[in-house]
């Protein structure tokens, strides 16, 4: 690949140095190198100094005193929450230090700069409408390529980008953004730690392709990065971190790469793996399909398949991406191809080797890649990325008045169980595979007691969540019952004693008509405990899922094979 790319830049200079006292501004003003200069120190006490690519040099030899301090504060805007001020309608940033009393002790003015042409190394991927993630160290440029992304998406694709801009230091300061992000909308947040909310809102509200943040940096806003992703909308983004094995030790921004859980791999799995029982795995598809690691201003690592780079990170491998730079000429060019490692074999088997028969034996069975690359690797990942386009819900009234039918969203229950109670109790339940247009969750309780982010968005949207022990049909049902309100023991339709069978045998359900004619006609109407006839351990299982159903309580007790079910009353 070989591109040129011309860059202009922009950086409105002048209305940076009106805000330093004049003989500082005046310093700056006649420095040889201003064009490149990255930011200007001003220290209470010490002597002021500018930092270039190059390093630092003093500006002058006169220290910084309170009133030059007043001076440049007096000729900005306010400082927010974060302790950031901007000049209106400029780039440019300047950051407080303040001491135990709030006052400001020390000025950070960093040199805004609109850089056009910057993300020659990376227009491709732009182009691809998928998600992009952006790494590397402060100074490195994150931010100048992020308004240029954002340009190009707004103004060459003619998308609808939006622009979360938590320090105005994206869009500039005031109320009218610089003309650098053409286009594109912004949205400015009042407080940072509202920053997530704000993202929730600009995709509820005003209809966005594309979605620019800056500085991902709590769990919150991961979280709300993956709603937005899930959603079909593009991200582009930056975050706290030089490459992405930063973000694999984090455990709080680690969802924005899919997430990292602790797994144990059977034996056979351990031995094949050449690796311990317990490992770290992946648990979800990326938020960010593509990564960009920015090494340095010209010279950019590239992770086109985030989650294959994740995975062999977890294994032990070491990921060789795609490095792409620019030369002198302006020409981009790959100067390091995507190379996919291979796995390392074992040194000494975990276990002593099997002896091998057959094709195995003779060599001739080629082990399948670890790489997707067969017909239905590519389709199980396009499954795992599928998402559900939600249109209007239908409804219709309910007998009491109800909203029908209900739209579940399950977590961590299997679909063809959830399928089948739906089918026996006939009841006006709608499986959705996106929790936006889901009424209620449904979820194993086992999953959603450790998930705090799937109660914090079930919290945020108001979706009540209805768990079960176990996900198992006849729990299924139960939840599905008290979810609708159906629990009328009276009713002779209300129990389908097939749903507490597991194979419909006749002992079975001749044993389950035993414990529901039991609570139906002596336990519940009476308050007498009742012992039911002795049975195997399996359909003593079934006998107590149909008590508990009834909300009572049953003990098994005695020796087998006499062992049997006592049923007390409420």
């Known amino acids: 690949m070989t591109a040129t790319t011309r860059t202009e830049i922009t950086d409105n200079l002048d209305q940076l140095l009106q805000i330093f006292p004049p003989q500082l501004g005046e310093a700056i003003a006649q420095h040889p190198e201003k064009d490149t200069m990255i930011e200007v120190v001003m220290d209470l006490g010490r002597l002021p100094e500018a930092r270039f690519p190059t390093g630092a040099q003093f500006l002058g030899d006169r220290p910084i005193t309170r009133e030059d301090l007043a001076y440049s504060v007096q000729n900005v805007g306010l400082f927010s929450g974060d302790n950031r001020a901007g000049i209106e309608r400029t780039l440019h940033r300047i950051s407080a230090i303040r001491n135990r009393q709030g006052d400001i002790i020390g000025l950070t003015c960093r040199v805004g700069r609109a850089v056009f042409g910057t993300i020659g190394l990376i227009h491709d991927l732009v182009e691809t409408g998928q998600s992009i993630l952006l790494l590397g160290r402060p100074g490195v440029g994150k931010t100048t390529a992020l308004r240029e992304i954002t340009r190009v998406l707004a103004d060459d694709l003619q998308k609808r980008v939006v622009i979360i801009d938590t320090s105005n230091e994206i869009a500039g300061d005031g109320d009218i953004p610089h003309p650098a992000i053409g286009r594109a909308r912004r949205m400015q947040v009042a407080h940072p730690e509202l920053q997530h909310q704000v993202m929730i809102e600009a995709v509820e509200n005003h209809t966005p392709e594309v979605i620019v943040i800056d500085e991902i940096g709590t769990e919150l806003e991961a979280l709300a990065a993956r709603t937005i992703a899930e959603r079909g909308v593009q991200l582009v983004g930056t975050a706290h971190g030089n490459q992405i094995e930063n973000l694999i030790k984090n455990p709080t921004l680690s969802d924005l ?152 969203y ?95 045998s006749d002992d079975e359900l001749e044993a389950l008509e035993e414990a529901r004619l039991a609570v139906e006609q002596i336990v519940i109407p009476k308050g007498q405990p009742v012992e039911l006839l002795p049975r195997s351990s399996k359909v003593r299982k079934m006998q107590h899922e149909l008590v508990e159903h009834y909300r009572l309580q049953s003990d098994s007790f005695g020796e087998e094979p006499n062992r049997r079910l006592r049923i007390y009353p409420a």
Do not use: C
């Not at 309780?445 to 968005?457: A, E, P």
């Open 257 to 408: 790469i899919g997430g990292i859980q602790a797994v144990t791999l059977g034996d056979d799995e351990a031995r094949r793996r050449g690796s311990q029982k317990t490992v770290l795995e992946r648990k979800a598809p990326p938020t960010f399909e593509i990564a960009v690691e920015m090494w340095e201003r010209q010279r950019w690592a590239i992770h086109t398949d985030v989650a294959t780079t994740v995975d062999q990170r977890l294994r032990g491998l070491e990921p060789q991406p795609e490095v792409r730079m620019v030369n002198g000429e302006g020409e981009v060019e790959i100067v390091q191809a995507a190379v996919v490692p291979q796995p390392k074999r074992p040194k000494t088997p975990v276990n002593p080797p099997i002896q091998l028969q057959g094709w195995r034996s003779s060599g001739r069975m080629q082990p399948v890649p670890t790489t997707p690359t067969t017909a239905f690797d590519q389709l199980l990942e396009q499954s795992l990325d599928f998402e559900e386009e939600f249109g209007e819900k239908e409804r219709f009234p309910g007998p009491n008045g109800e909203e029908f039918p209900v739209y579940v």
């Open 410 to 504: 399950s977590y961590g229950i299997g679909r063809s169980q959830l399928e089948e109670a739906i089918e026996r109790l006939n009841v006006p339940v709608v499986i959705t595979r996106d929790m936006t247009g889901a009424d209620v969750v449904l979820a194993l309780r086992s999953q959603v007691k450790n998930h705090t982010k799937l109660r914090q968005i079930a919290k945020a949207r108001q979706v009540p969540i209805h768990v079960v022990k176990a996900s198992t049909l006849p729990q299924i049902t139960k939840a599905l019952r008290r979810m609708l309100d159906m629990d009328d023991y009276d009713s002779p339709e209300a129990m389908d004693l097939r749903l507490f069978s597991h194979n419909g």
